[in-house]
């Protein structure tokens, strides 16, 4: 069932203090409309009773999927690689198999959603990612700032991403070939075959594909 905690919030624009009830965790068979207030972002929003004034709220918040075999941690900003909550490993700790990730914003909670629910392996895919961000910053000469799964089409063998470039950080779509998904993906069960099996919460985005790259290059292949 969903968990909430009461909160003291106070408003930015009328200065009252309310009390609010920030939802932290939830499950996707009984909370069945917990997908759609992730993706709409309803569940990230708080409203002022008292005037009305609404506005973003990021909050950590827990989110399971039992069916699927995953959970997604958001924790704003988190840089940290892994988080290890001891009330969670022990909750949790029958559940072998489960694939458990830490993200540090509201996009990423939304990509990993997507990327499970297609039965995507994430440490592949951002190491994907990182070989077409790359690509991006070249065609582009601009950095790039974030990027995220889009989609991916097996018929036309191809996987997208909307990447974020330059300083307006304008949207650029890049997509390639399933084999660079497929490549990253053999790399992945040879060389990180036990990643899932650590214990805590695992935070899989460009830092983590950055340094298992360098892992495989110093691997001597
Ligand atoms: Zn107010």
Request: hydrophobic share 35%; with cysteine; charged share 30%.
């Amino acid at each position: 069932m969903a968990e909430s905690v009461a909160k003291y919030v106070v408003c930015p624009k009328c200065q009252q203090q309310s009390m609010t009830n920030i939802m932290i965790s939830a499950n996707t068979v009984e909370d069945t409309n917990i997908r759609k207030m992730v993706f709409d972002e309803t569940i990230f929003r708080w409203k002022c009773k008292k005037c009305g004034y609404s506005s973003k709220y990021q909050h950590p918040f827990l989110y399971n999927d039992i069916e699927n075999r995953f959970m997604v941690y958001y924790i704003p900003y988190v840089e940290r690689p892994k988080v290890v909550d001891q009330k969670l490993e022990t909750e949790f700790a029958d559940l072998a198999g489960i694939r458990k990730r830490i993200v540090p914003d509201i996009n990423s909670i939304k990509e990993k959603i997507a990327v499970f629910e297609k039965g995507i392996n994430d440490m592949a895919l951002e190491l994907t990612k990182l070989a077409v961000s790359d690509v991006v910053a070249k065609e582009t000469s601009h950095n790039v700032y974030a990027g995220y799964f889009t989609d991916m089409d097996e018929e036309k063998n191809s996987i997208s991403f909307q990447f974020f470039v330059g300083g307006e950080r304008r949207s650029y779509i890049q997509t390639t070939r399933l084999e660079v998904y497929k490549r990253s993906l053999d790399i992945v069960r040879r060389y990180f075959p036990k990643e899932n099996r650590k214990p805590g919460f695992l935070n899989i985005g460009r830092a983590w594909a950055s340094s298992a790259l360098e892992k495989y290059k110093s691997s001597g292949r």
